[in-house]
């Protein structure tokens, strides 16, 4: 079973929010996807759901052929918006 998990504000953001604002690796209907220092990011499209849309991120990310279901996972509010990073 994978565990959510959110990490306090850290150079980690800082990591992130400079890979996000890199060219994507996909798009999909709900998600631009980057690779990042810290995983693979879905950054959600749009004003984004009350909880983490985990399952349509999975769903979204095998159009991709991107196989997340056995990743750990957790998200982060971005300047760019919700960051759904996945890793291992």
């Given at each position: ?9 850290s150079n ?77």
């Open positions: 079973m994978t565990s959510t998990t959110t990490r306090p504000k980690s953001i800082n990591l992130l929010e400079e890979a996000l604002n890199q060219p994507p690796i996909g798009e999909t209907n709900n998600f631009s996807w980057n690779a990042t220092p810290l995983g693979i990011a879905a950054l959600y499209k749009g004003i984004p759901p009350s909880k983490p849309p985990y399952g349509q991120a999975i769903k979204e990310g095998e159009e991709l052929a991107i196989d997340l279901s056995r990743e750990e996972k957790e998200f982060h509010q971005t300047q760019k918006g919700l960051a759904i990073i996945f890793y291992s």
